[in-house]
């Protein structure tokens, strides 16, 4: 599967974005979806993921509340709504395709086969 993020760009502090990410290739409903970030200096790390069927979602606790994730199997995308952005949300966001039917979700990136390019969240204070 190959997958296209998009969305990212610069906002203030308090804002909010949505972040997309598109998929072509082989069934996307073959596929747990997660979105990792990179802030400078930092490793890679765990945001969001979401089931095959979309039933099932996880996030990490520091966007837990201000962060949704969701995906539309018939046209092959998922998003991820950020609210209430905060200058530690400023990273580079990736989104990755899960094959394994890992449940619960993974959250290691070494457990997504198939990465997007990134898109750049920069938040401003």
């Known amino acids: 599967v190959q997958l296209q993020a998009s969305g990212g760009g610069l906002v203030q502090a308090g804002g909010s974005l949505r972040l997309s990410c598109a998929a072509s290739g082989r069934a996307f409903t073959l596929y747990n979806m997660g979105w990792f970030r990179q802030a400078p200096g930092k490793g890679r790390e765990f945001v969001a993921a979401?089931?095959?069927?979309?039933?099932?979602?996880s996030y990490a606790d520091a966007v837990k509340g201000r962060f949704s994730i969701s995906r539309n199997n018939g046209v092959n995308i998922f998003w991820m709504q950020m609210t209430r952005l905060t200058v530690e949300d400023t990273a580079v966001y990736y989104c990755a395709a899960d094959q394994s039917r890992t449940t619960p979700l993974a959250r290691d990136a070494s457990d997504y086969e198939f990465w997007g390019q990134g898109t750049l969240v920069t938040v401003s204070s």
């Open positions: 979401i089931s095959r069927g979309g039933g099932t979602k």
